[in-house]
């Protein structure tokens, strides 16, 4: 959902660039991060656990980062 307010510097505090550009950035991450997590898990599972989790992390720190 997109809102359009005339007047204002985004006055209806819809961010758009930073969610995005976070799945952008959690997509490329889980590529490379959740094969590496794989193969891991049966010799270190908590090590397997942080690679699963490091796109969820990744996207939120983008999504943060970006005030837009």
Not at 18 to 38: C, E, F, I
Request: charged share 10%.
């Amino acid at each position: 959902m997109m809102c359009i307010e005339i007047g204002s510097n985004n006055a209806c505090r819809c961010k758009i660039i930073g969610p995005t550009l976070g799945v952008v950035v959690g997509l490329v991450t889980a590529v490379v991060a959740w094969p590496l997590g794989a193969l891991v898990y049966c010799c270190n599972r908590p090590a397997a656990n942080r690679a699963f989790s490091t796109p969820v992390n990744t996207y939120g720190t983008v999504k943060n980062a970006i005030p837009i």
